[in-house]
Every structure is written in structure tokens, then in C-alpha cells.
């Protein structure tokens, strides 16, 4: 059995080096290569994920697994090694069901897509990108058929990032969250707006950089296993139990681009920061889910970033920093200027109240094109027909409309948003819970201390990595199932003051 | 055949890109790892060496080989096919001939040598590394014994590097050349030296990456197409055809480190950068071998670099951005110092004159050990010994002697070091080979003009990548064998008159 074991770890590992190395490729390629590289990187970096694969889908793995199941029946439930063949018996029947051919299809129909819409969304060129779009729909559709006794079609795509989440269940969801959240919205946007032009002054890139690491250095994002650097879109990207690196953006004429984007980044490189080094190389060694990943992104960006009382410690730091700047506007003022809520055009832009009503847009979308209600054809008006129904307000164009997501052009249609929503209601489920826990956490970010919140988070969630499902994980953590009810707390609370409502 | 071949190109570049992918790894490593990420990226390197490995030396590919062999026939020599193959064929037969098992053996034996050499190298202990060498001695010779009817045991190691060389013909060159060489370096070292101390002064580190950075651009690298970053031990690495960087360190306290270092390894890079798109990604896709290489280095770090008509342009350049440190030192005392030539104690900082003789002492060092002339254990006083008799000096330590490169502790014992002194053999016959062709060479450097001679070696040398062994590339270029005579006649007129011989 152990031998078994080993050589299981030992080829589990082996293709787990290989995508690693994908990854310090993708890592390179978007932050210090040079143009002339951008050819013959896109073909390394297939290589690299098709020999991933073929590794990872080798039956001499199916046998071990097979060989192994009386060992995981022998353990309990939350044993390492009962997660271990678990977790991998799940993933590879995933990857075994799809051809390598289809595969091969749909990274290259992808990568393509990815070029025409990076083409097409300057010159708001809908019509360019329609065909590979209704590409991309079937070959989403072929994908999800892989996978047959599905409920919905949607099932098997929301399953690769969100697994065990249904459609019918995040409908579920959406559908209660958003009832609650449409007057919140009504009634803010109803209001005087914020004023928030304290946050667009000149800001030197150097030190927006310098104080947002000095931050993320009091979270306790570790550098010694760690860096962040510049890129387009900011991510974060594990390359090693011992390296999580992550990316940000600075806007010099706008403070909270790349201060926040540096905070959210630090979650999600936190989380990875925090697996059990036992688990690297192995599927167990990331997080859970991307509903759980985003929720630990969240958390730090907008429930202790976005807070007072973080402010009350680190804004006389940052009016240390910025003092032209920021010398004549108060903590209270830029505080809500942090907060602002509006109805605006992009996605990655939004306030945190309105963020959802965007997810929810494209996620009812991907259900829609899937089910065959809507043809790709029709995106362009229902995008503006829907956000004049949500927001108020009707995108000039299609670039800032339906264009402006990647997630569509570089993968598939299904599954690609629901994280971001279930993401916020966790966070605020998991910080209601840490809270509960640990009472002196408001107190100790007021004096810009996170070692009581961090330790809980790393206790709680993050050494786990990948060995229970994002459920069972909420379960332990909360005592019980996903609900909204903290999250619609939290904004109505913190709303409620800032706009008096 | 047409079928084939593309079938055996698709091979041959799946196992580039595994290669290149520990190549950028490697990179990563050596520039932006952060500490944490050390263990992991060691294993995920050896994993993607030895898959590289796997696919060259999968056996379709010397079948389709074989199948070839009429096609290649049908061919002129000199024809892009025909070279591919007889390329390839060289290489599959050199890498087939050696059992995975010993290669991943002698992989990790390396491994283990390297960590053990950074530890006694400063603590001094060459006792700590015996073990080490003998067994790195004992693999060294069985490697050689996988290419029997060598007429030296060297010459297989000699191979890999410098293929073509043999131990009897560099020792023949080498004796020529030190003939020569010992009667400069006395006359020299009998003299007053040169006076440097414009050099030791402080130069701050952004403005030194700023001037070298410069002149490189003059020369011709292609910073679409590369990039230079700070590394440790500096080195040139091929990416694609389309990213070939650099890397340099620099002292704060001596200007020639940074400087010279980022010329010397522009230098291999505008080779690598010029070699034809063609070959990217496949056996030709690099430059010739290590003594050609190295030459192109030295060419622009030493026969452009430290010359009088290139100071003529950059240094009132160099004055500007140094002003404090160099207003008061002309042209004349900056051409002494950086030409300074002494007895000195590491390799890597000697002068055009002296380096060869560190060489050449390694080079005899290799031979004797592979005889069983010389043991493992002799060596430190080997060292001292020979030290003394070229250049009159002892070393304090073994850190700073024997101990002082990493080649023995990194790789085998035999072929390291000959492609250093071929290479300062070959810089001077080609460049006199350019000068011949494009006599107004001298007045453009003179007036900071570097096309001519930069597309005269893109011309001649570049764009040839492997498809012609050196000895090949030397008779094409200069007409003749190689020769040491153009770089005798190099060294006496320059080192003549600066030290009026």
C-alpha cells in the first residue's frame, strides 16, 4: 500500500511540476517578457498543459487509485491521505472523460478567441467576435455533454470551479441575495453621491506601491515566500507551497486601483500561503473552490480593507505618505469616499454593493445561451436592455458592454462568474464567523494588528487547501450551510450609516 | 518525407520546450524566486530536464531519422534540411548512448556537489568536497566510456561543448599560445602597473545599469526581443528566438564589474539573437559551440569594449553621468585602468593577458585527473604550485583557489573550461576577418557606429546558428583553420604600446 501510495504521490507530482511550470511561464509572460517572446510562448506553455494532462490522465493513475480504495475506505473521513485519493479519484475521472483531442480543440479555439477579442473590444467590434463566440457556446455545450446526467447544463462547468454548486442552487441564491440587494441599491443611488475626488489627485506609482506592500506586510502576506510585481491584470498565482506571488496595477490618477487590487491579491495569496505545506504538489495543495478562494480576497480587500476601523490606524500613515495630497481631507471623508456606491459601467470597477447585480447579469446570461433562450447574436441588446433594467443606465458602446470580460473569450460559457457572488456572501459568512470566534478582532485592526484574524482564518480555512469540499468547509467553519443572511447584514449595517438610509 | 520531417520537427521542438521551460525556470530562479520557493523549483527543473530528455531520446525519433537519411543525402551540405538532420542525428546519437538512469545519477550527484561547494567554498574546506570530486571523477570517466575508441578520455567531454575538439589538438594550441603568452605576461608584470584607482571609486548602481544598458542598445541587442535583470553570477540565456536576455551584477565600488559584464554577455546574446527564426526552437537554433560562443562574447566585451577608439566616443559620455567621479581623469588614465594587467587570483576578474593561463592551468588539471596522473586530493597543492610557476604568486587559500569555480562542482570534470581560451582565440581571428572585409570597422566604433560590424558577424556567423561545426564556421569566416596568430598579434600591438614593450 504505501509503495502504491508513493508512486501515486510520485506521478501526482510529476504532473503537478509540469503545470507548475506552465504557470511560471504564464507568470513571466505577463509581467517582465519581452514582446518578441510572445510566439513561442503561447506554444511552451501548451506543450507544458498538454503533457500535464496526458500525465495526469494516465491510467497507470486510475490503477493506483483502484489499487488504494481499500486503504481510503480503511480511513477516517478527514484523514490526509482519505482526502488525498478523494480529491484526485474526483479530478482525474474530470479529466479522463474528456478527450485529449477536445481538448487540444478547445485550448486552441481559446487562444484564439483571446487574440480576436483583444482586437475586436478597442474597436467595439461585436461582430468579429459573434462567431467565435458561438464557437466557443457549442464547444461549451460538447464540453458539459462529457459529463452526461446532469441537471442543467450548466452543472458540469459551474462543477469545475465551484464543485457540488448546481445551477438550480446559485439560481437559488442569486435569486434571494438579489430581492434584498435591488432596494439597497434603489435607495442608495437615489441619494446625493459620495464625493470621492479626494482619490483622484496625483498619486506617484513608487509610493502607492511602497505603502500598499507595507499593508500586506501587517496582514501577514510573507514575503520570504512571495513578491508582487507589475502586470495588466492583476492575479495571483501559486508556483509553490513556498511561492505565491501575486500582480497589481497602479493608476496614478486614481488611489484605489492598485492600493485594493494589492489588498484582494494578498487574500487570495494569503489563503495559498497558508495550505499545509504537506499538500504541495498534490491536489489538496490550493484552495478549496473559487467561491471559497474569492472569499478570502474579499475579506481582506473590503471587510477589513474597506473598514473604519482599519482607516483609523493606517490613514494618518497614508497622509504621511501622500501629504500633498491628502493633508486637508479627513479620515471621515476619504472613508466614504473608499465607499462610494454607483451605478457604473465595468465589472472589475464596481462598489461592493453593486459588484453582485454584474455577476448576476452574466451569470443568467451563460444559463441562458446554454439552455438555447438566448443566441449569442442577441448579447448586445439584452446586455443593454438588462442594464438599463438593473442600473438605470445603458452602456454607450459594446466594448464597455458585453465586451468587456475576458472570461468568455479566453475559456468557456458556463461556470466563469458565479465565484465572484458566492465569494462576497462568504466572506462576510466566514468574517461573521471569525468574529464570533475571536471578538477582539475589530479592536486589533484598529491598531492595524491582523495576527488574531489571520491565525483563525489559517486554522479554520486555509491549512485545509483542497481536502474538503467548499460545503463541507462552510459547515465546519459557520455550523452550517451557505447563507446570505450575514452578508446582507454587513452592507445594510455599513450602508445603512454611510448613506443614512 | 515531408510528412516525417514535420513529424520529426514537432518532436524535436515538444522537447525544446520542455528544455526552454527549465530554461525560464532557471531565469526565475536566478533573478525574482523569492527564498521560500528554492526546494520546489530544484525538483520541478529536474522534472522537466528529464521529460526533455525522454522525448529526445525517444525512439521514433531515430527511426524517423533513419527513414530520412535518403532525403538528407539528396541534399547540398550546406542546405537548412540536410543540416537539421546531420545535426540532430549527432545529437540523438550522444544522448541515446547514455542510460537515463546514469543521467539522472550524475543530475543528482551535481545537485548534491553544488549545495556542499557553496558551503566549503567560504568556510574554506576543500576537505568537505574531496569525496565529492572523486566521485564527480570516477561519473566524468564513465561517461567518457559510453563513446568508446576516443583516442583521449577527455575528448568525449570536450565534445559536448566544443564538438570536434580534441584533447590532443587544444593541448596543442594551448601549448603554442602559452609560448607566446609567458614572455608577454612577464615583460608586462615586470613593469610598473597600471594605475586603476580611477575605477575603485563610488558609481551608484542605477546609473551604471543606465550607461550599460546604452551602449548595448548601440551595439544592436534587441530589447523587443530581450532584457537584462541582476543576477548573482551573470549569464546569457536563449528563451526563443524572440527573447534571448542578459543578465549582470554590479559593484558599487568598482565600475569595470558591471560594465564589462553586461558587454561580454550582450555579446552572446546578439549572437543567439541573430541566429536564423528559422531554427528556432530545433538543434540548430543556437550558436555553434562554446569556443565560438565565448569568442562572440569577447569580441564585444574585450576587442570593441576595451578599446582606445571606442573610449573615444563613450567616455565623455561616461563623464557626463559620472562627473563627480571621473571630471578629472582623462581618456588615456580611463584606458589604462580598465587594461590594467596584474597576477591575480580569480579567473573571473583577469585581464585579456593573464585569463588564459588560469585556463590553461584548469584545462592541464582536467587531462591529469582523467589520466590518473593526479589524484582528487592533490589538487589543493597542485594549485598552489602551478600558481606559482605561471604567475609567480600563491593563493592565501583554496577558496580562492582551487575552490574558487563551480564547473567541477556543477557538471564533469573534463571539457569546462578549453571553450574560454578558444573563445579568446577565435575573438581575435574573427574580428580580423572583419576588418579585412569592412576595413572602415575601426572609424565607426570611433564614432559609437556599430551596424557594419554588428551584421557583419550577423552575416557570417549569427544567422548560422549550429549548422556548421566550428571548424566549419572558422574556415568559412577567416578562410583557414583556426590560429592563434591574428590574437597574439592583438595582444603585443595593444599591450605593447600601453606598456611601451
New interface residues.
Given amino acids: 500500500m504505501e509503495a502504491k501510495l508513493h508512486e501515486l504521490k510520485r506521478r501526482l507530482?510529476?504532473a503537478n511540476?509540469?503545470s507548475?511550470?506552465?504557470a511560471?511561464?504564464y507568470?513571466?509572460q505577463s509581467t517582465?517578457?519581452?514582446?518578441?517572446?510572445?510566439?513561442?510562448?503561447g506554444?511552451?506553455m501548451a506543450?507544458?498543459e498538454r503533457?500535464a494532462h496526458e500525465k495526469f490522465t494516465d491510467p497507470a493513475i486510475g490503477r493506483l487509485l483502484d489499487a488504494l480504495e481499500p486503504y481510503a475506505a480503511s480511513l477516517p473521513y478527514d484523514a490526509d491521505d482519505a482526502a488525498l485519493l478523494r480529491v484526485t479519484r474526483r479530478l482525474y475521472e474530470r479529466e479522463v472523460r474528456v478527450p485529449a483531442d477536445f481538448t487540444a480543440l478547445l485550448a486552441h479555439h481559446t487562444a484564439e478567441s483571446y487574440q480576436v477579442w483583444a482586437e475586436a473590444r478597442p474597436a467595439n467590434d461585436f461582430a468579429r467576435v459573434q462567431p467565435y463566440l458561438e464557437k466557443t457556446l457549442d464547444l461549451s455545450r460538447q464540453l458539459a455533454d462529457f459529463f452526461p446526467g446532469y441537471e442543467h447544463i450548466a452543472d458540469p462547468l459551474i462543477d469545475f470551479s465551484d464543485y457540488g454548486m448546481k445551477a438550480s442552487t446559485v439560481r437559488q441564491i442569486f435569486g434571494e441575495l438579489r430581492e434584498q440587494l435591488v432596494p439597497i441599491v434603489q435607495a442608495i443611488t437615489a441619494q446625493e453621491p459620495l464625493d470621492d475626488a479626494c482619490l483622484h489627485q496625483h498619486y506617484p506609482e513608487a509610493q502607492q506601491l511602497g505603502f500598499g506592500l507595507e499593508v500586506i506586510k501587517r496582514f501577514g502576506y510573507?514575503?520570504?515566500?512571495?513578491?508582487q510585481?507589475k502586470t495588466h491584470h492583476p492575479y495571483e498565482i501559486r508556483?509553490?507551497?513556498?511561492?505565491v506571488?501575486i500582480t497589481t496595477r497602479v493608476k496614478e490618477d486614481f488611489l484605489a486601483e492598485g492600493l485594493f487590487s494589492t489588498l484582494h491579491e494578498s487574500g487570495h495569496a494569503m489563503y495559498e500561503q497558508g495550505v499545509s505545506p504537506a499538500y504541495?504538489?498534490l491536489p489538496l495543495g490550493r484552495g478549496a473552490s473559487s467561491g471559497v478562494h474569492e472569499s478570502q480576497s474579499r475579506l481582506w480587500e473590503n471587510l477589513v480593507g474597506r473598514s473604519y476601523g482599519f482607516w483609523e490606524h493606517f490613514y494618518p500613515q497614508l497622509q504621511m505618505v501622500f501629504q500633498a495630497q491628502l493633508k486637508d481631507v479627513s479620515l471621515d471623508t476619504f472613508y466614504r469616499a473608499i465607499n462610494k456606491v454607483e451605478r457604473s459601467l465595468i465589472r472589475t470597477d464596481a462598489d461592493e454593493v453593486t459588484y453582485n447585480l454584474h455577476v448576476m447579469l452574466r451569470f443568467d446570461f451563460e444559463l441562458a445561451l446554454l439552455e438555447g433562450r438566448m443566441e449569442i447574436r442577441d448579447l448586445p441588446d439584452a446586455w443593454r436592455e438588462r442594464f438599463r433594467a438593473d442600473f438605470g443606465i445603458v452602456p454607450p458602446d459594446d466594448r464597455d458592454g458585453v465586451l468587456q470580460d475576458v472570461h468568455w473569450f479566453g475559456g468557456t460559457i458556463g461556470g466563469a462568474f458565479q465565484g465572484y457572488t458566492l465569494g462576497n456572501i462568504l466572506s462576510a459568512q466566514f468574517y461573521a464567523a471569525a468574529l464570533a470566534a475571536q471578538p477582539e478582532i475589530p479592536d486589533q485592526i484598529r491598531h492595524g494588528e491582523f495576527g488574531t484574524l489571520h491565525g483563525w482564518l489559517r486554522e479554520n480555512i486555509y491549512q485545509h487547501g483542497r481536502k474538503f469540499t467548499a460545503s463541507e468547509l462552510i459547515e465546519r467553519v459557520t455550523g452550517g450551510p451557505l447563507s446570505i443572511e450575514p452578508y446582507i447584514h454587513y452592507l445594510r449595517a455599513k450602508y445603512g450609516e454611510l448613506y443614512r438610509l
Fill in positions: 507530482i510529476e511540476d509540469l507548475t511550470a506552465a511560471v511561464l507568470w513571466d517582465y517578457m519581452p514582446s518578441g517572446g510572445a510566439a513561442a510562448r506554444r511552451q506543450t507544458l503533457l510573507d514575503f520570504e515566500r512571495g513578491r510585481d508556483l509553490a507551497s513556498g511561492d506571488r504541495d504538489a
